[in-house]
Each structure stands twice: as structure tokens, then as C-alpha cells.
């Protein structure tokens, strides 16, 4: 069996109703800088968006650099996670974050949604 790494469309939230769907009745994890917001789905794949404002993180490139990482590291642990929806909120301060540290909070965050 190849397992593949990609990131195809069906793994992203991309609807008001599918974004709505996981803030009506989420699963909590936080970190100082990150907060995951997540809710089991009816299909067999997880699938990640991302809520992350510029009043928590000013500049566009570093919003950038945080949905860039974040998707990378969830393209990594698609296979190791629950067919959960997940939705990644932005606090202040993980702009500050070099990239390295911000993958290793991504980690820990992931394990907990890991089979």
C-alpha cells in the first residue's frame, strides 16, 4: 500500500456550513499560541481550516507563514489522525514562534487526535 502526502481539496474546510458544523459543538486543545478546534466528521479523512485574524496576527506574511507550516504538518499527520474536522485559531504571540518551535507545538497538538 503507497500511502501519499498530498493535499487535495477534500481536506480542506472550505464552506461557512462545514466551518459552522465545528464551532457549534468542539473539542478543545490549546496551547499558549495555537488553539484547536475539533469535531468528529461523517467522512474518512480529517480536514483542516484555519481562522486566523489580524487582530491576533498583525501582518499578512506572518499569517501566511502560520497557514503554510500548519498545512504542511497536517499533510504529514493526515494519515495518523481521527476523521475529525479541525479548525486552527491564531492567539497572539505565535507570530513570535521561529519555525521549528511552532511544528513541535503543532506535534504535540496533532498527537492528541492521533489512533
Known amino acids: 500500500m503507497v500511502v501519499q502526502f498530498s493535499f487535495p481539496r477534500e481536506l480542506r474546510l472550505l464552506t461557512p456550513h462545514s466551518f459552522g ?14 488553539t484547536v478546534l475539533a469535531r ?3 467522512l474518512k479523512h480529517p480536514r483542516i481550516g484555519f481562522a486566523i485574524s489580524k487582530k491576533n496576527v ?13 498545512r504542511e504538518s497536517f499533510r504529514l499527520h493526515q494519515h495518523f489522525l481521527l476523521p475529525m474536522d479541525f ?7 505565535v507570530d513570535k514562534l521561529d519555525n521549528q518551535v511552532l511544528n513541535a507545538v503543532l506535534e504535540r497538538l496533532w498527537r492528541r487526535y492521533s489512533h
Not at 23 to 33: D, G, H, L, M, Y
Not at 87 to 93: D, F, N, Q, S, T
Open 21 to 34: 458544523f465545528v464551532f457549534e459543538k468542539p473539542q478543545r486543545a490549546s496551547t499558549e499560541q495555537i
Open 40 to 42: 468528529i466528521n461523517d
Open 58 to 70: 498583525k501582518h499578512a506574511h506572518h499569517r501566511n507563514r502560520i497557514k503554510r507550516l500548519t
Open 87 to 93: 479548525i486552527i485559531l491564531a492567539k497572539k504571540g
